[in-house]
T-cell receptor, first 113, second 113 residues
Framework: QKEVEQNSGPLSVPEGAIASLNCTYS??????FFWYRQYSGKSPELIMS????GDKEDGRFTAQLNKASQYVSLLIRDSQPSDSATYLC?????????????FGKGTHLIIQP | NAGVTQTPKFQVLKTGQSMTLQCAQD?????MYWYRQDPGMGLRLIYY???????DKGEVPNGYNVSRLNKREFSLRLESAAPSQTSVYFC????????????FGEGSRLTVL
């Protein structure tokens, strides 16, 4: 049973601070990792993909991957109230086909003005 | 979500009734998916179609059927709705090259009484 674990939160962060969201996964052979953002009542939206160990930066977002520790994180710098949402971690299994994506249950992030 | 259109957006059914959720995409992507999202359960894959002419079961296929009508359209049918099928349903697409990068429709909220 493949598992993707996230702290459900809510995680409360003051505006302008760094928000750190964490995710662990059980399938050691996982190859690709994704972060989706979901506003309340809306559909998930892909914000970051990461495939190799290390950091990947895109604007205020940085994804960090450590395959040895089976850990992936998302950092949001200079947090804004508009970043308040649920963030879903998703992991694709090794050699996974179209059904290979497993989602975590999400972390609810609240940015306090 | 202009690339993926789901209908209807909202539906209330009585137990035992049938209905079809429609999904159409204008992004010319090969792969299409149906997910359901329930509180505390995260996103779970119901069925998917890796390419036109093929369909396969996901994690929670019981009680559902699908049809990949053509490259653009992928429908989800509930033959005899049950209260356990009360959920938010999302259609998603991917180019197929990397199945973790999904583009979601706006969702269909279904209530079964």
């Amino acid at each position: 049973q493949k598992e993707v674990e996230q702290n459900s939160g809510p995680l409360s962060v003051p505006e302008g601070a760094i928000a750190s969201l964490n995710c662990t996964y059980s399938d050691r052979g996982s190859q690709s990792f994704f972060w989706y953002r979901q506003y309340s009542g809306k559909s998930p939206e892909l914000i970051m993909s990461i495939y190799s160990n290390g950091d990947k930066e895109d604007g205020r977002f940085t994804a960090q991957l450590n395959k040895a520790s089976q850990y992936v994180s998302l950092l949001i710098r200079d947090s804004q109230p508009s970043d308040s949402a649920t963030y879903l971690c998703a992991v694709n299994e090794s050699g996974g086909g179209a059904d290979g994506l497993t989602f975590g249950k999400g972390t609810h992030l609240i940015i306090q003005p | 979500n202009a690339g993926v259109t789901q209908t209807p957006k909202f539906q209330v059914l009585k137990t035992g009734q049938s209905m079809t959720l429609q999904c159409a995409q204008d992004m010319n992507h090969n792969s299409m998916y149906w997910y359901r999202q329930d509180p505390g359960m995260g996103l779970r894959l119901i069925y998917y179609s890796a390419s036109e002419g093929t369909t396969d079961k996901g994690e929670v296929p019981n009680g559902y059927n699908v049809s990949r009508l053509n490259k653009r359209e992928f429908s989800l049918r509930l033959e005899s709705a049950a209260p356990s099928q009360t959920s938010v349903y999302f259609c998603a697409i991917s180019a197929g090259a990397n199945t973790g990068e999904l583009f979601f429709g706006e969702g269909s909220r279904l209530t079964v009484l």
